[in-house]
Structure formats: structure tokens, C-alpha cells
């Protein structure tokens, strides 16, 4: 174990799929069946809003599509 990332978070995958996401604009829980990846595009089914995923800082970043 190495203790100097023991409080890191682990990058996102760019190559795994994720199957869910908190909405930026109402910030409803919204799971994706068939997973998303950086550079797709996922739609809130609360509000409607499409957004495409970005990398911030190693995090994901849902930006208006």
C-alpha cells in the first residue's frame, strides 16, 4: 500500500464504462444501463438537459451538449 495515495480518488477510466451520474442542473441520481464514456453523451431523465462527458482534474464533467 502506498500511503502517499491512500486519500486519492482514482482517475476515471477513459476506457470503462460508468453507469451512473448525478445531474449538474436538478441533481437527480440517474443511472445509465449501457454506460457512458468520456466524450459521449448522457441525457438527465428528470430535467431533459443533455450533456456531454468532459475530464476536470481527473473527475468527471458534464457540460450542456
Do not use: I, W
Not at 451512473?20 to 448522457?42: I, K, Q, R, S
Amino acid at each position: 500500500m502506498d500511503p502517499q495515495h491512500d486519500d486519492e480518488e482514482p482517475e476515471p477510466d477513459k476506457q470503462s464504462r460508468n453507469t451512473e451520474f448525478e445531474c449538474p442542473e436538478c441533481n437527480a441520481h440517474n443511472p445509465v444501463d449501457d454506460g457512458f464514456v468520456l466524450g459521449g453523451e448522457v441525457t438527465c431523465y428528470y430535467c431533459g438537459v443533455e450533456f456531454r462527458v468532459a475530464e476536470f482534474n481527473g473527475r468527471f464533467k458534464f457540460k450542456p451538449a
